[in-house]
């Protein structure tokens, strides 16, 4: 059986926004957890952009000729999330108790880690609301599907 595309991506969609939400949670989850949970959230936002990796390159090319306004934020924003991605996962590996690494200005990095974080969040928020139709869209005709019964005359 195939797998519909918008409901695959749906579901990796609210997947890592699950992982990246309880990453948030560190009084929750404890340091440990936190940090594979942000591994986890890393390794699959990698795997949202390779899913979206034809649009990607398609609207790279054609940014400045023929595409839309809408089209072009979407873009933006989701360069910006993965550099948000990137920022914060890196930032966050420096400062792992994986790494172990020493640093004079531990806080500092702590801070950038953070900032990166909330930042990529509202990057995050912001993309669900630019994608807010087809969340809601796929949810009804995929998700919570409801099965219509014909009218049967008595």
Same mark, same amino acid.
């Given at each position: 059986?195939?797998?519909?595309?918008?409901?695959?991506?749906?579901?990796?969609?609210?997947?890592?926004?699950?992982?990246?939400?309880?990453?948030?949670? $560190?009084?929750?989850?404890? %340091?440990?957890?936190?940090?594979? +949970?942000? @591994?986890?959230? #890393?390794? =699959?936002?990698?795997?949202? /952009?390779?899913?979206?990796?034809?649009?990607?390159?398609?609207?790279?090319?054609?940014?400045?000729?023929?595409?839309?306004?809408?089209?072009?934020?979407?873009? $933006?924003?989701?360069?910006? %999330?993965m550099a948000?991605?990137? +920022?914060? @996962?890196?930032? #966050?590996? =420096?400062?792992?108790?994986? /790494?172990?690494?020493?640093?004079?200005?531990?806080?500092?990095?702590r801070d950038?880690?953070?900032?990166?974080?909330?930042?990529?969040?509202?990057?995050?928020? $912001?993309?669900?609301?630019?994608?807010?139709?087809?969340?809601?869209?796929?949810?009804?005709?995929?998700?919570?599907?409801?099965?219509?019964?014909?009218?049967?005359?008595?």
């Amino acid at each position: 059986m195939a797998v519909n595309r918008h409901k695959y991506n749906w579901f990796v969609d609210v997947f890592l926004l699950i992982l990246f939400l309880a990453a948030f949670e $560190l009084d929750v989850t404890g %340091l440990a957890l936190h940090q594979w +949970l942000g @591994i986890a959230a #890393g390794v =699959l936002a990698a795997y949202h /952009l390779l899913l979206h990796w034809n649009w990607m390159k398609t609207i790279t090319r054609r940014f400045s000729s023929c595409s839309s306004w809408q089209t072009r934020v979407c873009y $933006l924003v989701d360069a910006a %999330l993965m550099a948000g991605f990137l +920022l914060m @996962i890196g930032s #966050g590996l =420096l400062i792992s108790t994986w /790494l172990n690494l020493t640093f004079e200005d531990y806080f500092l990095w702590r801070d950038l880690h953070v900032s990166f974080s909330i930042l990529t969040l509202l990057l995050t928020a $912001l993309k669900m609301i630019l994608h807010w139709r087809w969340m809601v869209s796929v949810t009804r005709q995929h998700i919570f599907k409801r099965s219509v019964k014909p009218l049967v005359a008595h």
